[in-house]
T-cell receptor, first 111, second 115 residues
Framework: RKEVEQDPGPFNVPEGATVAFNCTYS??????FFWYRQDCRKEPKLLMS???SGNEDGRFTAQLNRASQYISLLIRDSKLSDSATYLC????????????FGKGTLLTVNP | GAVVSQHPSWVICKSGTSVKIECRSL??????MFWYRQFPKQSLMLMAT?????????EQGVEKDKFLINHASLTLSTLTVTSAHPEDSSFYIC???????????FGQGTRLTVV
């Protein structure tokens, strides 16, 4: 089993749609979780940290389910500008806080 | 967020030559820097982790003699791809983390093409 596994996608949705991404992780001792957004040929940019209590930032909601070892990202009222690859990242612990990334899910929002 | 600058943003080199990529934290002290490689349509694969003043820790399968990492100061780490070959062509990205952060911040990436 891969350490971090993500919905393969790609997702093609119309503007205004709600889209959800899921990501599972193998290490139950994982300590912190993130969603990144990566535009084509660019570096990843941090979108949200993910907390057990769930967190929301405008149209974006992230949730963590420790029991089932998955994190999710929900995008409501999707915009054309949301088109990008979404990567989940997990810190498995340790002093260096190194992140293990999922393969990414490509989202295309169509007019 | 904190700012990490990576240079150059792209480079083309001849097979057999070496290429150095710099990663700088501009407004914080980066106690830890990470180097990733990303092939087209693939995820970021961690190559190595470096802590300031100590030797880098390489991930399994990454040749430490080919990918030389130096982290001599709290604001600068370098990755040197030695004797580059076409299969080394990839997108190399650094990220840096300071003591006060749980997240790491990415540089802009370097697109290396070896011809």
């Amino acid at each position: 089993r891969k350490e971090v596994e993500q919905d393969p996608g790609p997702f093609n949705v119309p503007e205004g749609a709600t889209v959800a991404f899921n990501c599972t992780y193998s290490n139950s001792a994982s300590q912190s979780f993130f969603w990144y957004r990566q535009d084509c040929r660019k570096e990843p940019k941090l979108l949200m940290s993910v907390y057990s209590s769930g967190n929301e930032d405008g149209r974006f909601t992230a949730q963590l389910n420790r029991a089932s070892q998955y994190i999710s990202l929900l995008i409501r009222d999707s915009k054309l500008s949301d088109s990008a690859t979404y990567l989940c990242a997990v810190n498995f612990g340790g002093s260096n806080y190194k992140l293990t990334f999922g393969k990414g899910t490509l989202l295309t929002v169509n007019p | 967020g904190a700012v990490v600058s990576q240079h150059p943003s792209w480079v083309i080199c001849k097979s057999g030559t070496s290429v150095k990529i710099e990663c700088r934290s501009l407004d914080f002290q980066a106690t830890t820097m990470f180097w990733y490689r990303q092939f087209p349509k693939q995820s970021l694969m961690l190559m190595a982790t470096s802590n300031e003043g100590s030797k880098a820790t390489y991930e399994q399968g990454v040749e430490k003699d080919k990918f030389l990492i130096n982290h001599a100061s709290l604001t600068l780490s370098t990755l040197t791809v030695t004797s580059a070959h076409p299969e080394d062509s990839s997108f190399y990205i650094c990220s840096a983390r300071g003591v006060l952060f749980t997240e790491a911040f990415f540089g802009q990436g370097t697109r290396l093409t070896v011809v």
